[in-house]
């Protein structure tokens, strides 16, 4: 049984499985100042580890960031485990060998009567539950999910997952040791994709919904989540990194894990792509071609240079409109004040989770006048604006043209709900407001998690108050009654705080303990 004493530091850690994942736990680890012990069943992978590392910490010993001193001091701390019950004088394994339940249990149930019984037993399973693995111990207590992130040492984040059966003390020792090791320990409930895995699934997902309603290309998608959004990466281009062995596997288990959610479900776009071998970047084709592993990323369109015309600026959104009227203003163009807009105007909307289409009868404007914007991050680097199928084709040049007058680039979409930007900001925020509901983590965790883990320009609550919470909830409510998809139902936290005004961060509940 697992000691109900003080939580102590762990000092010597094994590690089952010398892969990639295996290799950077060891090389944290050891620089943590922990004796590390590698047992792998395949013979000279042992070595071929401690002889990567160790290069590694000689690389940066010639660039000086650490000492040949201490060169020597950690590769001293790697010893190989000739056998499995090599490992007993350990008081932490982590095994991180195949992503399968039935290998998993099968060797946490050898190690279990090799280790003392104070020694815990870390799974860096990133797919199956905690709770799961541990079931077939005989002490549960001893069994916690420890979630790295590949390349280990780069991505500075750790998820520590308690099983349902798991002590609070192998908790708060394994939240230490990730901390020790230099990386931000999340902790998270034993839930399907945990806490980061499960908070990404929005952005691909979404942006294949996107896709498929034919609304834009997948450069023009990855160019507004990069340009407007913020984001390192488009969601295709990231498609394309990880591949579609990988993405899609991911996508459809965590779909199924969830009793198929309607927020999580995958696209049959990927599955027929999966199908083809397009799998990205490694089959050098993917939703883009790859020449010598460089992306071929297509020209963006020319947009022609149009005669500036009356500019009519719907007042649904006050401050959205005063800023297209400060843009017409600079560019030159005439701008009608009057309530309604003359026959000869170009009519600019500023709608949230609407289509132009929609916006435009709503107002009782002729939509063959209208160009919708979207105005949810402004009009800093880049703008975009779609059309109804109706829109006169010289108005919807002059709109490109006006919104492209100062050089900013400019993107195209046909008539959508919510544009690209906003569906998939909205989708991000949602899910992640809904992690914070179910209380799979606390809301600063959830954050810095999503920040750390998958890069994005904001965690979900903060994005979302940083947007306004009440114009997510907007675009939300419009997507959810346009379509009646309820992937689009909005998160009881983000409704109540909305409704509230209260930041999305906010972890207060009422309740009192």
């Excluded at 199956?128 to 005989?138: M, P």
């Excluded at 995958?266 to 071998?277: D, E, F, K």
């Excluded at 965690?459 to 675009?475: E, F, Q, W």
């Amino acid at each position: 049984m697992v000691s109900e004493s003080a939580p102590s530091p762990f000092t010597t850690l094994g590690i089952v499985g010398t892969g990639a994942m295996g290799r950077g736990i060891a090389q944290l680890a050891a620089q943590a100042g922990l004796n590390v012990m590698l047992f792998d069943v395949r013979k000279g992978a042992v070595e071929e580890a401690q002889h990567f590392i160790t290069g590694l910490w000689l690389r940066s010993a010639d660039k000086q960031r650490i000492s040949q001193a201490q060169v020597q001091q950690y590769s001293e701390r790697l010893t190989e485990a000739s056998e499995l019950t090599a490992l007993a004088t350990c008081d932490i394994v982590v095994e991180a060998i195949v992503e399968k339940l039935e290998a998993k249990q099968g060797l946490f149930s050898d190690l279990e009567v090799i280790v003392s019984q104070d020694a815990v037993l870390a799974t860096n399973t990133s797919s199956l539950s905690v709770t799961a693995i541990a079931a077939a111990c005989q002490h549960p207590e001893r069994v916690i999910g420890f979630h790295f992130f590949n390349p280990v040492p780069l991505m500075k984040i750790v998820e520590v997952i308690p099983g349902l059966r798991t002590a609070d003390t192998v908790t708060q020792r394994v939240n230490a040791l990730g901390t020790a090791m230099g990386h931000f320990t999340a902790q998270a409930t034993d839930t399907p994709g945990f806490l980061v895995n499960h908070a990404g699934r929005a952005f691909g997902t979404e942006a294949l919904r996107v896709l498929s309603e034919s609304v834009a290309d997948p450069a023009t998608i990855d160019r507004i989540m990069v340009d407007q959004g913020g984001f390192r990466m488009g969601p295709f281009t990231l498609l394309d990194l990880t591949g579609l062995d990988v993405s899609h596997a991911v996508m459809e288990s965590v779909y199924h894990q969830y009793y198929e959610e309607p927020r999580f479900r995958p696209s049959p776009i990927t599955r027929q792509r999966l199908s083809a071998g397009l799998l990205g970047r490694k089959t050098s084709e993917g939703f883009y071609r790859y020449i010598d592993g460089q992306q071929q990323m297509p020209d963006e369109l020319t947009i022609v240079a149009a005669s500036p015309c009356p500019v009519w600026i719907s007042q649904d959104d006050p401050d959205s409109a005063a800023q297209l009227a400060e843009l017409a203003s600079t560019a030159g163009w005439p701008l009608e004040r009057a309530e309604h807009p003359s026959a000869e105007a170009l009519c600019l909307l500023t709608p949230l989770g609407e289509d132009t289409t929609s916006c435009a009868l709503r107002q009782g404007l002729n939509a063959e006048q209208c160009v919708a914007i979207d105005m949810l991050a402004g009009l800093d680097k880049r703008r975009s604006l779609m059309a109804s199928p109706i829109t006169r084709p010289d108005l919807i040049n002059a709109a490109a043209s006006l919104l492209n007058a100062d050089g900013t680039p400019v993107s195209t979409l046909h008539d959508s709900n919510g544009f690209v930007l906003q569906r998939v900001v909205a989708c991000i925020v949602n899910v992640g407001a809904d992690i914070a509901q179910q209380g799979v983590a606390a809301p600063a965790t959830i954050d810095r998690a999503v920040e750390l883990g998958l890069g994005y320009p904001f965690g979900p609550l903060r994005m979302g108050d940083h947007y306004g919470a009440s114009r997510i909830l907007t675009i939300l409510n419009n997507l959810l009654a346009a379509t009646g998809d309820p992937r689009y139902r909005p998160s009881p936290w983000l409704r109540r705080r909305a409704a509230l005004d209260m930041p999305l961060t906010d972890e207060t509940t009422g309740l009192h303990k």
